[in-house]
Structure formats: C-alpha cells, structure tokens
C-alpha cells in the first residue's frame, strides 16, 4: 500500500518518468481491454472541493481499470454534519480498496491517510495538486518529446499548482521562472526542497523577464475555490502577469500553453491565448484521465496490462 500525497511519493525521478510511461500507454492503448487490473476492486472518490476533470477522470479510470467507483461529496454523506474525518477513514478502509481525497489543507488529507488502512490518493488540496502536475508532465513530454533542457515558466499566484511545479522541477532538475508579485510567493519550504534537490528554481517579479524564452507557460485562476471573497484585490495585484498575445509573444517561438481549468477568460488567461495554436489544455485536461489510471495502479501495487 502507498500513499500518494505528492510527487515526491513516486520515488524519485525515476519513478515519476516510469509512471509517465505507463501514462503514455493507458493512452495509446485505450480501448477495450481484456485484462483489468481493478476487477473487483472498490475505489472511494471522497470531494470536500467541486470537481470536474478531477472527478470525471477518476470515475472513468477506475471503470475503465475494471472498478467500481463510489463518490462521496460532503454535502451527501455525514461528513457535511460533522463526522470527524477519522471515522469516515476507518468505515470506508473497511470497505473499499482505495481512497482519492479532494479537500482544503493538506492536514485534512494527512489525518484520512493517518486513520486509513487502504491507499489515499491526494486528488487536490490547497497546498498542491500532484494528480494535476502528472497529466501536465505527461502533456509536455507527449508534445517536445523530453522534459529536459526545457525553460519552464510559472504566471499568477503562488498556489497550490505552483507549488507541485517547485516540486516536479527539484525532482527532475528542471528550470522554472515563478513570476508572481510580493505577498504572492509559494512557500518558502517548496522552494527550499526543490533548489536543495537541484531544481533551478528562481522567483521573478516582472512577467516579461519571467516568460522570455520559455518553452512551457503555465497559469491558473487568480482567485481559487475558497478565495472568492479577495477575487477583486488579487485581479488588480496580479493583472500584470495576465497571459495574452503580448505577453506570450516574449516566450519560444514553439511555447506551449497549459491551464488546469476551469479558466477565467479575460482575467488570468485571454481567449485568444487559451483558444490559439499554442495552447495545450484539452491534451493537458485528457491526459488527467491516463495518469489516474497509471497513479492507482501504483498506489494498490498493481502492474500494468
């Protein structure tokens, strides 16, 4: 059994690339398959946060595996009446094979691992989105067939998606510009692991400088779920690094865009960008579904078919 809370889990370099090889053949072997490696398995999808990609990847994967999916919101089981999490951890390890956990502070994800006996698998928390940072991995090396010597570029809010970007670029030594504005920065520890495991991790205020030469331009929302009531003054802090035609025009001439959506067109990405050539994030959303599939097999142990 192993959790998977974030990218580090996988093992190192090594076992994040081996996982994005079983990716790459989840997608270019879909279809009917005779082998199912969850046949019989139960698998809970638990969401405290509303999901699109998120959940519809996880329910098709753990289908398409052979499983059966059960979904549980807050608002539809005792969680939303205040069941403490510790009690949901122990009934559900009793009958599923498997958890993914969408939820608020990664101590909420910790406390499900904690009091669980089966695998928790981290679907999203305020702290980082390691199931996200697979398929944009996945998306990257399936467009420039490589990950290496590759400038990657980080617009908007230091958040949770910015952070698991600090990680991936430790782990694969990569280099990464975070362009965002003071009192906007990832945590310090993010950084701290990633430059200490040889990522080249740099912060950089001005947008422009940030994006200059960039293979890979990622951004998300200005204002994510639970932020809604600071929306209008993290618009004006961080309309500057807005990605538009203008501003995507200082990256490689092959850039390519990615976005986890939803998407706020107009705010943090315009329509133009997220619509043109350069964009990547309906390759980016599909690849959510092939890389849920290769992190439950690893989480349960289970090999590919």
Known sequence: MKHFQNLADLGG???LLDLLDISDRMKDERGPRSAQPLLGKQVALVFEKASTRTRLS???AVRELGGHPVVLTSSGSQMGRGEPLKDTARVLSRMVHAITFRTADESRFREMAEYSSVPVLNALTDQSHPMQLCADLMTV???FGRLQDLTYCWLGDGN???????EAAGILGLTLRVACPEGYDPGASWLEAARARGGRVEIV??????ISG???VSTDVFASMGQEAESARRLEALRAYSLNKSLLSHAAGEAMVL???PAHRGEEISEEVLEGSASAVWDQAEARLHTSKALLLFSLGLRAA
Do not use: K
């Open 13 to 15: 370099a090594s076992g």
């Open 58 to 60: 996880l329910e098709i």
């Open 141 to 143: 090396r399936r467009r």
């Open 160 to 166: 949770n998606m910015a952070q698991s970007w600090i």
């Open 205 to 210: 205020r001005d947008p422009v400088e940030a």
């Open 214 to 216: 960039a293979h890979v």
């Open 259 to 261: 976005h986890c959506l």
